[in-house]
């Protein structure tokens, strides 16, 4: 979950591309340039663990663009994928 963030807050498109589940990710991903994530917070974590093959983080991430600011709330699910996890989807609230 941080390393997405930081790719999003970064500008690095390949990783979350690498790190999204293959069923689901788009064809292409990008990120919107003028968008700056100014922090997050993790604010549940169910499974994931060392023996889990699936886990959801639920999040805030903190943005701001041009004179707009807000919060992204989502709860997304993850799959452990050849030993590494990956993004499968999420729900914003």
Request: hydrophobic share 40%.
């Amino acid at each position: 979950m941080r390393s997405r963030y930081a790719a999003y807050a970064l500008g690095v498109p390949d990783h979350l591309f690498r790190t999204w589940h293959p069923q689901t990710r788009p064809a292409e991903v990008s990120v919107p340039d003028e968008t700056r994530w100014t922090g997050l917070d993790v604010l549940a974590v169910v499974g994931g663990g060392a023996d889990d093959a699936t886990g959801v983080v639920e999040f805030a991430a903190h943005w701001r663009s041009g004179d707009q600011q807000g919060v992204l709330r989502e709860r997304s699910t993850f799959a452990r994928r050849g030993g590494r996890w990956v993004y499968v989807d999420g729900v914003t609230s």
